[in-house]
């Protein structure tokens, strides 16, 4: 059975940090495609990074430089480290292999 779940997630100040975590089940993170997205308040989900089986991380523009995605192949989970936030990464973050979603873990930046 597939199942994505999602971490992580809270209330923080702009300018600091987070790290959510995807855990996965029913299938390796180590050979498939796996990304977040990120659904903000009224607004539709977009992409934020993903990494191939076997090839380079992807960024949105407004994320580079501050986020990066990583992934564990003993934890078979899948990390997003979130650095310098500001308010407009204010979402829901996902996890998928764009097959499969998790539940969303809400990220709030704000002083």
């Known amino acids: 059975q597939v199942q994505l779940v999602e971490s992580g997630g809270g209330l923080v100040q702009p300018g600091g940090s987070l790290r959510l975590s995807c855990t996965v089940s029913g299938f390796l993170v180590s050979v498939n495609f796996m990304a977040w997205y990120r659904q903000a308040p009224g607004k539709e989900r977009e992409f934020v990074a993903s990494?191939?089986?076997?090839?380079?991380?992807n960024y949105i523009d407004s994320v580079k430089g501050r986020f990066t995605l990583s992934r564990d192949h003993v934890k078979n989970a899948v990390y997003l480290q979130m650095d310098s936030l500001k308010p407009e990464d204010t979402a829901v973050y996902f996890c998928?292999?764009?097959?499969?979603w998790g539940q969303g873990t809400r990220v709030t930046v704000s002083s």
């Open positions: 998928t292999n764009n097959y499969n």
């Open positions: 990494i191939p089986g076997n090839g380079r991380t």
